[in-house]
T-cell receptor, first 119, second 111 residues
Framework: EAGVTQFPSHSVIEKGQTVTLRCDPISGHDNLYWYRRVMGKEIKFLLH????????ESGMPNNRFLAERTGGTYSTLKVQPAELEDSGVYFC?????????????????FGQGTRLTVV | GENVEQHPSTLSVQEGDSAVIKCTYS??????FPWYKQELGKRPQLIID?????GEKKDQRIAVTLNKTAKHFSLHITETQPEDSAVYFCAASLGFQKLVFGTGTRLLVSP
């Protein structure tokens, strides 16, 4: 079974440019999350999709970040225009929705991340 | 919102020793506490998790304990090996909502 895949693995862009990160979750996983780790600090939540709907976007830093998940499959995270403080590793994770009314968590599988450097 | 604190930030042990990493959380509603291991250049991987209705869970050399009253949980690794060297993250969540992570512990196991 293929894991969570992210593209690109690395991206170096100039301040003011646009970058789009892509995440392909594990097939059948309705939950998709974006996280970011900046400067060796904690992994911080950005956004949570359930299928194609945004369940929680409370972690998005500002309106320069736009996430989409059209059709409920892969997701993209666009940063436009990029700033220096956007540098970091962007992780995507996916998990199954628990069946029935049980809201128990299921394991979140992470991608290898995209290392974004804004210069 | 939830806040997770993790200590220590770095931990160096000799091979064969035990290692303990501690985390505290703030939201008493949190009910799921996973631990992730991230080796250099690789993806974070779940190594063990515990739910709020359980006080302790073991998996070979790894164990996690949870004290709901004090709102803290700990990772215990016994008989450490060099391949245990990595960054370990604790996290807390409610249901299948977002994971709130600690700041990570860099564990170095010296042969």
């Amino acid at each position: 079974e293929a894991g969570v895949t992210q593209f690109p693995s690395h991206s170096v862009i100039e301040k003011g440019q646009t970058v789009t990160l892509r995440c392909d979750p594990i097939s059948g996983h309705d939950n998709l999350y974006w996280y970011r780790r900046v400067m060796g600090k904690e992994i911080k939540f950005l956004l949570h999709f359930v299928k194609e709907s945004k369940q929680d976007e409370s972690g998005m830093p500002n309106n320069r970040f736009l996430a989409e998940r059209t059709g409920g499959t892969y997701s993209t995270l666009k940063v436009q225009p990029a700033e220096l403080e956007d540098s970091g590793v962007y992780f995507c994770a996916s998990s199954q929705l628990p069946p029935g009314p049980d809201r128990r968590n299921t394991e979140a599988f992470f991608g290898q991340g995209t290392r974004l450097t804004v210069v | 919102g939830e806040n997770v604190e993790q200590h220590p930030s770095t931990l160096s042990v000799q091979e064969g020793d035990s290692a303990v990493i501690k985390c505290t959380y703030s939201d008493s509603a949190s009910n799921y506490f996973p631990w992730y291991k991230q080796e250099l250049g690789k993806r974070p991987q779940l190594i063990i998790d515990i739910r709020s209705n359980v006080g302790e869970k073991k998996d070979q050399r790894i164990a996690v304990t949870l004290n709901k009253t004090a709102k803290h949980f700990s990772l215990h690794i016994t008989e450490t090996q060099p391949e245990d060297s990595a960054v370990y993250f604790c996290a807390a969540s409610l249901g299948f909502q977002k994971l709130v992570f600690g700041t990570g512990t860099r564990l170095l196991v010296s042969p």
